[in-house]
Structures are given as C-alpha cells and as structure tokens.
C-alpha cells in the first residue's frame, strides 16, 4: 500500500483539502472529506519525479507576509495578485476548483487520456493550493504532476506522483526545453501584466511543452453578463481598477489572437466556453458558485474599498446587495480553455 508523501510543511492538507471528488460541496462533515481522501490515496504509484526534481532550482523567495484586516498577503510589490495568500484563500481555491470541475464536467479538454494513462509529464501553472494537481495525481497514477504557484498555499500531503514548487513564472521556468507533455494554467493572467503574458510567459509554456504536447489555457472573461446596477458598477470599477495595474481581464479572443501569431509553434482548437452562473435558477450548483464569488470579491476589500470610495461596513453591505442582485438577475460571468497542441517539428 502506498503512503501519501510529506512536502514541505505550509498548510495541513485535512483543514484544507475538499476531497477529490466534486460531491464534496454537498458534504457533510470533516470526517467524510478526510475518509474518502486517504481510501483513494491507495491507488497513488512510486515516485516518477527524478527527472524533474533534477531540473529544479528554486528561487530565493522572502517568505514574508503582511496581515490586513485579518487576512495574510505576499508582502511583496512587484506581485501583481490582490488575492490573500492564506488558509481561507486555499479553502476558497479548493471549492472554486471543484465548482469548475461540476460546470465543465471534466479536468481538461486536450486529448490526452492516453498518453496520461500510461505515464505523462504534467505541469499546472498558478496551482494555487494544488487541488486540480491533487485531483489529478490520483486518477493518473503512472504521470507525474508538477504544480507552480508565486504563493506557498500548497498541502503538506501529497501524492507520491505529484510535486510542488514555488517560483515566479515572470522570471521564467526552471525547467528544460521540451519536458512536458501537458502544461495547464488556470485563471492566471488577471494576476500578471498582460503585455509580460503575451510577449514572455506563453513563450515559456511552448518553449518546456514537448513537440505534439498540448498547453491549455483556463480562464474567465471577468465581466458579469446580465448585470443589474450593482454588477454594471462593479464591472466598469473593477475593470479600471485592474487596467491601471497592468492587469487586464482578457476575453477569450485576446488569447486566441496571441495563440494565431504563434502558429510557427502551435496549432490552436477551437475556443470551449461555458457560464459560470449564480444563484437559486443555477441549482445548488449556483448558489455554491456565487458564496465562492462573494468570498472572493470581500479577500479584495481592502483594495476595492478606495476605488469605490465605501468604508469597510458600506462594501460589506454592497456585496450583500451585489449577492441579492446576481441571483435576482441570474448573472454569471464566462470561463473559457484554449487549447494548442505544440508542433512536431517546431523551429523557434
């Protein structure tokens, strides 16, 4: 019987851990989760990780948090993400994960089964606290998995198949040209400058995926569709807010375009989207989505309060008002994947 392995210590894993399957947001108790994850662990392989662990060179990273009203940032300027980096962020992040997993019904849309059954390389780009790796990990036990993050929120138990490490993707990636198979990145390019993303980051992601890899790009557009008055506020404020940080909430479009300029490297599928809606005429399903949004939306008060020129209890009061709103006028906001397979022969 395999063992779960030990990381690094940061979080316990139980305190943040959901299960890996997605009928956890319908669990009822601690003891559940925790029981369901370590009869599933059973099925994790033997290290595969060697080759990859060698290519691995951390970076000298301060470890240094600021706490503001209650909740623990990166305290580090040259970050550009204004969610925390903390124990409830990693919660919230676990529950989001599985949310997408119960709208898109599925972990990926590469046609990658095959080589995942039988041992791939895999590489998740902003893994946040590691549930999509983790999830992975256990229902393709012969790959090997790699979750990135500028955040240290990762579990401190882990598949024995699965590795973490912490690393800014703006300086690049400490990894060798053509080493994975797939390489994932998920609602990552609201936390970085769009200009760094199209003209370096992506770059990197094509430069370590293998020739016929594929590289998936998971994100939202950002902007409320149907939006009541609360919600066309908080789209023209939030927008602003992210443009004059270097941060753009990029449409699927967007994406697309800087994939078709590189069609030297890559071969583009088309664009898959899907809603992401709130409340009461979504089921369960939605009232679960717009608590994750609310949770959200308040990590970010101390940034957003200025913009909307609120105290403390008027954004607390607004975001109540906005909850009301989202479910009265079933808003929801698009995810989108954009899927490129790496070409066989590929010349830089």
């Known amino acids: 019987m395999e063992k779960i392995s030990k990381h690094k210590p940061t979080l316990s894993v139980m305190s943040i851990l959901s299960t890996t399957d997605p009928s956890i947001l319908f669990a009822n108790n601690d003891a559940e989760i925790e029981s369901n994850f370590v009869s599933r662990s059973t099925q994790i392989s033997a290290s595969l990780l ?108 882990i598949p024995h198949n699965t590795a973490f490490l912490q690393c800014n993707i703006v300086n690049g990636l400490p990894f060798p040209d053509n080493c994975f198979d797939f390489v994932r990145q998920g609602f990552l390019i609201i936390c970085m400058d769009w200009q760094i993303w199209k003209k370096k980051v992506i770059k990197e992601l094509i430069r370590i995926t293998k020739p016929g890899g594929y590289i998936e790009i998971m994100e939202t557009d950002g902007q409320f569709l149907q939006p009541g008055k609360i919600a066309r506020r908080v789209n023209h404020n939030q927008s602003t807010l992210f443009k004059n ?58 940034i957003l309060c200025p913009h909307f020129g609120f105290t403390s209890d008027e954004f ?7 909850a009301e709103e989202l479910r009265r006028c079933n808003s929801s906001v698009n995810n989108y994947r954009v899927t490129a397979r790496k070409h066989v022969k590929y010349v830089e």
């Not at 607390?316 to 906005?322: R, S």
Request: with cysteine; hydrophobic share 40%.
């Open 50 to 157: 060697d080759p990859i662990k060698a290519a691995m060179t951390p970076e000298n990273f301060s470890e240094n948090f600021v706490e503001i009203n209650g909740r623990l940032f990166m305290n580090d300027s040259t970050l550009k993400c204004f969610l925390p980096s903390d124990k409830e962020e990693a919660k919230r992040s676990f529950d989001r994960y599985y949310i997408d997993k119960l709208i898109w019904g599925n972990d990926y849309s590469a046609p990658i089964f095959d080589r995942l059954s039988h041992g791939a390389k895999v590489l998740d780009v902003g893994c946040g606290s590691g549930a999509w790796i983790t999830n992975m990990a256990l229902n393709y036990p012969a790959s090997t998995f790699v979750g990135i993050d500028v955040a240290p929120l990762f579990p401190d138990v």
């Open 316 to 322: 607390e009061q607004m975001t109540m008002d906005l």
């Open 245 to 302: 940080a270097g941060i753009n909430f990029v449409s699927s479009k967007n994406v697309m375009t800087v994939f078709n300029s590189l069609n030297n490297a890559v071969t583009v599928a088309p664009i898959e989207e899907k809603p992401r809606q709130f409340g009461t005429r979504a089921g369960k399903l939605g009232e679960i989505s717009l608590k994750n949004f609310t949770q959200s939306f308040k990590s970010l008060k101390t």
